[in-house]
């Protein structure tokens, strides 16, 4: 199960018909409504829960799972990741990116390999690349006046040759 990509949490039991509470770590809170199942890490081993139902109820998500009708059924979810496959995976706008996706991208600038994405910070103003070489870590802000090219295909990612670039160990 390689291509399982990360979406929600399970944080608590949510009253006693088997619902969960969940954490979403989606951008995409609508996407929960649509979904029809879920993966979830059991002993080591991936297993497919059928989303029997969906509600929101003050601006957090609850998901029950068909066959788990109470809050002790439901008690081996506590604190579990829950994962989507390929085909569930939101399709995203042209120029938009799955931080997954960037993780690992060599970055360039004026043609020379700066070094590879190591996370993305996600900011309210905006995100940020966290990019690390053997010597440094260099912080760009993920925005167009800052980026040139990005192929995720190919994971590169170029930036504009006039863009400033700041280090976490500048004061």
Do not use: W
């Not at 009253?15 to 969940?22: K, R």
């Not at 979904?35 to 297993?47: A, E, M, P, T």
């Not at 120029?95 to 590879?116: A, K, S, Y």
């Amino acid at each position: 199960m390689d291509d399982l990509f990360l979406i929600a949490e399970v944080k608590s039991a949510f009253g006693t018909e088997g619902y969960v509470l969940i954490d979403s770590f989606s951008d995409f809170k609508d996407r929960f409504f649509e979904l029809q199942k879920v993966f979830v890490q059991i002993f080591g081993n991936y297993k497919e829960l059928i989303v029997e139902s969906v509600k929101e109820i003050d601006n957090k998500i609850i998901l029950k799972f068909k066959g788990f009708n109470s809050s002790s059924d439901v008690e081996i979810f506590l604190n579990q990741k829950l994962f989507v496959d390929k085909e569930n995976v939101v399709r995203l706008e042209k120029d938009t990116f799955f931080i997954h996706d960037l993780i690992g991208c060599q970055v360039f600038r004026n043609e020379i390999i700066i070094g590879f994405v190591n996370d993305v910070l996600v900011l309210p103003a905006n995100d940020v690349l966290e990019i690390k070489n053997d010597e440094k870590v260099i912080l760009v802000p993920f925005v167009k006046d800052f980026i040139q090219n990005i192929q995720v295909e190919n994971k590169l990612i170029e930036l504009k040759k006039d863009c400033d670039l700041l280090y976490d160990d500048e004061d």
